[in-house]
C-alpha cells in the first residue's frame, strides 16, 4: 500500500547486495534534507551516527542474520539513545544527553537497523497533536495545514512521508495509533508488558508502551519482533515467551469472529469515518470473518478513568525533572531559596499542557482525594479490563475506528484541552486493559484524508491481530496522496 | 496527678546487601561522592527499579525474628516529595501493604516481663545524603552526595507499648543486636546505617487513650534516645500540668544541650501523595522461601544466652554480657570449648581481655589475642603453670606483641617457682629482715602470716607456687 520502499525491501536489497546500507542512508537523510522543512517530523538528525551505524552494517558477511540489515528507523525523542540527546519534546530535557541506549534501541542495533534521528512529539508524550511539542508542531504529510495527531506525530509523518520506513513511537493512550491513522499508516501498541519500557521517558508508567510504525503491517510486524519480549532492566517486562509475527501474517486467517461494539459508534463518528469503516467491516467479511455485535459497557468511563489515572502517574514521574541533577535549571542568584530554584525551573521547564497533568495529576492523589478519584478510578478500570476478558471469550477481536474523525487542522483544539482529549476515546481503552491494538488504514474522507480501523485483540495477540489486520490491508486499494 | 509515658519506636535499618536495593551500584560506605551511582540510582528520565532479591531475604530474615508474619504479596508505593538529595522526586517505599505485620520484642528485666508489639517491617530504599557543613562556600551552597541513595532498608515500627526511656533504649538495643546477629545489619549508629526517631506521648496514669504525640527524629545512639525520650516526656508533663496544649510535631534532639526541638509542625507536614508503584510488579513472597530462609537463621541473642546460663552454667549476668555482640558471644563459646572451663573464661574475657580493649578502644574484632591463644593462657593457669596474677601481666603482652602465652611464659621466665629449695632460699630471706613481724606470729599474731606470704611471693617476683610458700613458712615459723 505504500508509497516508499518497504524495510521489508530495502533489507532484502542489502543483503542481497543490490544496494548499500550506506547509500540507503544517504537517501533517507536526503529525503529528510529536502522535505522535513515542510513537515518538521524530526527534532534532531544523526547523520554522522547514522552514516557510521550503516558503513558497520556494509562490512558485516552476516546481514542475512539481521532482521533489520540496513534499514533506516527514526526514533521517537522519549526514548533513549546514548549519546544523542533526548527532549522528550520539552525544554526541561533540551540538553539532555542519556548515557545510555533504551533496551528497545540496544535491540534495534542489535538488529542492524540505522537509527537516523528523534522525531518530534508533544511534551513528554502529552498530548494528540504533536502541537505541545516545545519546539515546533509537525504538519501531516497529507495536508501541512493539519496535524499528524501525537503524541508520536513525528514518528508516524516521518514513515508517511518517507523520510525512513519504519519508526518507533510510544502509546499512552493512543499516541501511536492515532497519528498511525491521521498519517495513514501502520501503528502498532503492544500488550503492556510486551516490549521493554527501559529508557522509555514515563508519562503514566501502568500505561505507556513503546509501540512500532511502518507503511505496511508487514514493517510494523517486523520491527515489532525485534522489540519484543523479556527484559531484565524492566520488572513490568513479560517473561511470556515471545513468537515472531511476521511468520504467522500470510498464513490463511482461518475462521475468525470480529466483535463491534456498535453503541461506541453510535455517535460522534464523523460520516467519512463511518464509512470508510463499514467498508473496512466488509472487506473483513468477505475475507471470511464473522461479525458479532458486542457490549463493552464501562467504556463511556475510559477517558475519564484516562485522565485521572495518567495524569497521577505522570506527577510523580516528572517529580525528577527538578533542576537539580541534569536538565534545564532556571537562573538563580545565591539568595534564592531551594523552593524558588524548583519553582522557577518547573514553570520555565514545562509546558502548559504538561502543568496542567501535573496539577490533576498531584489533585488526585492528594490526601482527602485519593479515595475519590484514584482509588475509584482504579476500581473502574479492573471493570474496563473485566469488559474485555469478557467480549474475548465470545471473539477472537474487537474492531473499531481509530479515532471519531480525520486528522484536524493545526491550531484548531490548542485551547480546548477536553475536545482534544475525546479524539482518544477509542485507544486509551485499549491502554487501561493493557492488550494489544493495531491501527491499519481503511480509506480516505471526501478530503483525502486518511482513516484508520483499529483492531484490539487479548493480551500477546499481536500475531493474530496484525494477521487480521494484513488481511484488510490486502484487500485494500493503494491510497496514494 | 500521675502521668504515665506511651513510647513507639520507628527504626530504619541498613540491609547489608553488596548491591542496592534497585540497581546494581555497590553499597560501600566511604568512597568517593557520586561515585556508586548508576541512571536508576540517579533518577535519569527512563531508568526503571529491579527488585534485589538478596534485600527481600534480609527483609524476610528480620521479619522471621521478630515474629512477624510474611505476607504472600506485599506492594510498594510511592512516596512523594521534593528534596535534593532524592533523586526520583519520590521514594519507593511499602504503605498500605507492607512486607510483614505482627511481631513482638519479648525480654526479662529482674521480676518484670517486658513484652513490645511489632505493628510492622517494610522495605524502602535509602535516599542520599545532603551536606550542608564544611565547604568553603557552604554559606551559600549545599552539596549531594548519591551514594546512600537506593541502599536498601528495613523500617520497623514498634506498637506503642513502651513506658519509659530506659525501656525504649532497651528495646533498641536489644533489636539492634538481632538484628547485627542476622548478619543483615551492622549495627553502626554513626555510619547511619541504624536510626531511629521515637514517638512520644503522655496521658493520667489508668487512662486508655493516647495523648497528642510528638514525633523526635533520628536519634543515633542509646544515651541520646533515652535522654531525649525522657526530656520529652517531661516537657509534654509539664505542658499538660499548666494546662497548656500539646503541639502535635517532628522535633529534632540537640545533644549539645540535651534539648528536644520543634522542626516541623502537622501543618507544614507533607502530604506525601502515596500511590503502588506502577514500575514494580507486587512483591510475592512464597511459603517455600519464607521455609528456606528460616532454616538459615542463626542463633538469635536471646537463646544463645539462655543456652550459655544452661549449657556453660555462667550467671545470668555473665551470659547477657558475653551476647551483646554475635562476635563477643562467639569468641567467648572458642574459648570456653577450647579450656573446658566456662567461668574462667568468661572472667577473662569480661575482666581482662575488656579492659585492654576498653584502653585500646578496641572492638572484639579488632582484639589480635585469638580464642586459641586465650584459652592456651588459662590452660597454663589451669595446669598450674603460672598464677592469676602473673597471667595478667602475659595477656598484656600478648596483646601487645602477639607472642603466644606459653612463648612469653617461657622466654620471661615466668613460670611458677615449685622448688622447695627455692623457696626455702626466700622464705629464710624473708624472715631475716622480718624478725619482728616473724616474732608477732609466734606470738600468736596469726595476722602477720598473711604479711610474710606477701613478702616472699613479692621476693619471688610472684612466681612462687603459693601452697608451697604457706607450707615452708609455716614450717620455718614453727621451728
Redesign the interface.
Known amino acids: 500500500m505504500g508509497a516508499h520502499a518497504t524495510a521489508r525491501d530495502i533489507r532484502q536489497q542489502i543483503v542481497d547486495g543490490a544496494t548499500s546500507a550506506e547509500a540507503t542512508c544517504e537517501a533517507a537523510l536526503a529525503a529528510i534534507r529536502e522535505g522535513d522543512a515542510t513537515i518538521g517530523a524530526f527534532l534532531h538528525v544523526d547523520a554522522a551516527g547514522a552514516l557510521d551505524a550503516a558503513r558497520a552494517i556494509d562490512a558485516r558477511s552476516d546481514k542475512a542474520s539481521l532482521p533489520l540489515a540496513g534499514v533506516p528507523v527514526a526514533v521517537k525523542d522519549n526514548?533513549?539513545t546514548a549519546g544523542v540527546r533526548?527532549t522528550?519534546g520539552s525544554r526541561m530535557?533540551d540538553t539532555?544527553v542519556?548515557?545510555?541506549d533504551?533496551t528497545v534501541v540496544t535491540r534495534l542495533r542489535a538488529a542492524g537497523a540505522v537509527i537516523v534521528g528523534k522525531t518530534n512529539c508533544d511534551e513528554f508524550a502529552m498530548g494528540s497533536s504533536t502541537e505541545n511539542s516545545a519546539y515546533f508542531p509537525t504538519k501531516n504529510p497529507w495536508d501541512v495545514t493539519r496535524t499528524p495527531g501525537g503524541s508520536s506525530g513525528g514518528s508516524a509523518a516521518a514513515v508517511a512521508a518517507g523520510f525512513s520506513p519504519i519508526a518507533l513511537g510510544s502509546d499512552t493512550g493512543g499516541s501511536v495509533r492515532q497519528p498511525a491513522a491521521f498519517c495513514g499508516v501502520v501503528g502498532l501498541k503492544p500488550t503492556y508488558g510486551r516490549v521493554s519500557?527501559?529508557?522509555?521517558?514515563?508519562f503514566?508508567?501502568?500505561l505507556d508502551q513503546v509501540g512500532t510504525f511502518g507503511q505496511t503491517v508487514h514493517d510494523a510486524a517486523l520491527l515489532y519482533d525485534v522489540i519484543a519480549g523479556p527484559d531484565?532492566?524492566?520488572?513490568?517486562a513479560s517473561s511470556h515467551p515471545v513468537s515472531p509475527t511476521v511468520a504467522q501474517l500470510d498464513r490463511p486467517l482461518g475462521p475468525v469472529r470480529l466483535g463491534v461494539p456498535r453503541a461506541m459508534l453510535a455517535e460522534g463518528v464523523e460520516a467519512d469515518v463511518r464509512a470508510a469503516f463499514d467498508a473496512a467491516l466488509e472487506a473483513w467479511r468477505s475475507a471470511g470473518a464473522e461479525l458479532v455485535d458486542i457490549d463493552l459497557p464501562h467504556a463511556p468511563h475510559a477517558i475519564p478513568v484516562y485522565y485521572l489515572v495518567a495524569p497521577?502517574?505522570a506527577?510523580?514521574n516528572?517529580?525528577?525533572y527538578?533542576g537539580?541533577?541534569?536538565g534545564f535549571r532556571a537562573a538563580v542568584g545565591?539568595r534564592d531559596s531551594?523552593e524558588a530554584m524548583?519553582e522557577r525551573t518547573r514553570d520555565a521547564g514545562f509546558g502548559a499542557e504538561v502543568k496542567r497533568r501535573i496539577l490533576i495529576g498531584?489533585y488526585v492523589?492528594?490526601?482527602g482525594y485519593?479515595d475519590a478519584f484514584?482509588l475509584k478510578a482504579q476500581q473502574v478500570r479492573t471493570l474496563i479490563r473485566d469488559d474485555y476478558t469478557r467480549a474475548f471469550e465470545g471473539v477472537d477481536a474487537i474492531v473499531m475506528p481509530t479515532t471519531p474523525s480525520a486528522a484536524f487542522r493545526l491550531g484548531e483544539r490548542v485551547d480546548h484541552p477536553l475536545q482534544m482529549y475525546l479524539n482518544d476515546v477509542f485507544t486509551v481503552s485499549a491502554n487501561l486493559a493493557g492488550v494489544p491494538a493495531v491501527s491499519v488504514p481503511c480509506g480516505l474522507t471526501a478530503e483525502r484524508l486518511p482513516v484508520g480501523v483499529q483492531v484490539v485483540g487479548p493480551a500477546f495477540a499481536e500475531g493474530r491481530i496484525l494477521q487480521i489486520a494484513h488481511a484488510l490491508e490486502s484487500r485494500m486499494p493503494t491510497m496514494t496522496r | 496527678m500521675p502521668y504515665e509515658a506511651v513510647i513507639g519506636l520507628e527504626i530504619h535499618a541498613q540491609l547489608l546487601t553488596t548491591t542496592k536495593i534497585f540497581c546494581g551500584c555497590e553499597t560501600a560506605f566511604g568512597a568517593p561522592p557520586n561515585t556508586h551511582v548508576c541512571?536508576v540510582c540517579?533518577?535519569?528520565?527512563?531508568?526503571?527499579?529491579?527488585?534485589n532479591q538478596r534485600a527481600v531475604e534480609y527483609a524476610i530474615r528480620a521479619a522471621l525474628a521478630l515474629g512477624c508474619t510474611v505476607h504472600p504479596t506485599s506492594v510498594f508505593a510511592?512516596t512523594?516529595y521534593?528534596y535534593?538529595d532524592l533523586?526520583?522526586?519520590?521514594q519507593i517505599s511499602q504503605y498500605d501493604r507492607p512486607l510483614a505485620t505482627g511481631g513482638q520484642l519479648t525480654w526479662q528485666d529482674g521480676e518484670r516481663e517486658v513484652h513490645v508489639g511489632i505493628t510492622r517491617i517494610h522495605m524502602e530504599e535509602d535516599a542520599g545524603k545532603s551536606l550542608h557543613e564544611g565547604f568553603g562556600d557552604s554559606s551559600?551552597?549545599s552539596y549531594?552526595d548519591l551514594n546512600r541513595a537506593g541502599v536498601p532498608l528495613i523500617e520497623i515500627v514498634s506498637e506503642p507499648d513502651l513506658r519509659s526511656a530506659a525501656d525504649a533504649g532497651q528495646f533498641f538495643a536489644r533489636l539492634r543486636a538481632i538484628l547485627v546477629a542476622l548478619g543483615i545489619n551492622d549495627g553502626n549508629m554513626e555510619e547511619g546505617s541504624l536510626r531511629c526517631d521515637a514517638n512520644v506521648s503522655v496521658r493520667p496514669w489508668g487512662t486508655t487513650t493516647f495523648g497528642t504525640k510528638t514525633e523526635i527524629k533520628n536519634v543515633n545512639s542509646f544515651r541520646y534516645l533515652e535522654k531525649a525520650i525522657d526530656y520529652e516526656i517531661h516537657r509534654h508533663c509539664d505542658l499538660v500540668m499548666r494546662g497548656e496544649r500539646i503541639v502535635q510535631e517532628t522535633r529534632l534532639f540537640d545533644s549539645a544541650s540535651g534539648h528536644t526541638f520543634s522542626m516541623r509542625s502537622k501543618e507544614d507536614a507533607h502530604?506525601y501523595?502515596?500511590?503502588p508503584e506502577?514500575?514494580?510488579?507486587p512483591l510475592t513472597i512464597t511459603a517455600a522461601w519464607v521455609a528456606d530462609v528460616a532454616r538459615t537463621l542463626p542463633e538469635l541473642p536471646d537463646a544463645r544466652r539462655a543456652r550459655f546460663i544452661s549449657e556453660y552454667a555462667l550467671p545470668p549476668y555473665d551470659a547477657a554480657w558475653l551476647t551483646q555482640s554475635m562476635a563477643m558471644a562467639s569468641y567467648f563459646e572458642a574459648v570456653a570449648r577450647a579450656t573446658k572451663n566456662p567461668k574462667a573464661s568468661s572472667n577473662w574475657v569480661m575482666g581482662e581481655l575488656a579492659r585492654l580493649m576498653k584502653e585500646r578502644g578496641h572492638e572484639i574484632e579488632q582484639v589480635p589475642v585469638s580464642a586459641d591463644a586465650l584459652a592456651g593462657l588459662i590452660g597454663l593457669i589451669d595446669a598450674g603453670r603460672i598464677s592469676g596474677s602473673i597471667a595478667k601481666g602475659v595477656l598484656e603482652k600478648m596483646y601487645a606483641d602477639g607472642r603466644s602465652a606459653e612463648v612469653i611464659v617461657d622466654q620471661d621466665g615466668l613460670a611458677r617457682i615449685d622448688d622447695e629449695g627455692a623457696v626455702l632460699v626466700a622464705v629464710q630471706g624473708v624472715l631475716a629482715v622480718n624478725a619482728d613481724a616473724a616474732a608477732d606470729y609466734r606470738a600468736g599474731k596469726t595476722k602477720s602470716f598473711g604479711f610474710l606470704v606477701g613478702q616472699v611471693m613479692k621476693a619471688s617476683g610472684g612466681k612462687a607456687n603459693p601452697a608451697l610458700v604457706n607450707a615452708v613458712l609455716k614450717r620455718e615459723l614453727g621451728g
Open positions: 526514548i533513549c533526548t522528550a530535557l539532555f542519556p548515557p545510555y533504551a519500557r527501559y529508557g522509555l521517558i514515563a503514566g508508567s501502568s531484565a532492566f524492566d520488572s513490568t497521577a502517574e506527577s510523580s516528572l517529580a525528577r527538578d537539580v541533577r541534569y545565591p531551594l524548583y498531584t492523589l492528594s490526601a485519593y484514584y | 541512571p540517579l533518577g535519569f528520565p527512563g531508568a526503571l527499579p529491579m527488585l510511592r512523594n521534593f535534593p533523586p526520583k522526586g519520590y551559600m551552597s549531594i502530604d501523595r502515596y500511590f506502577p514500575d514494580l510488579p
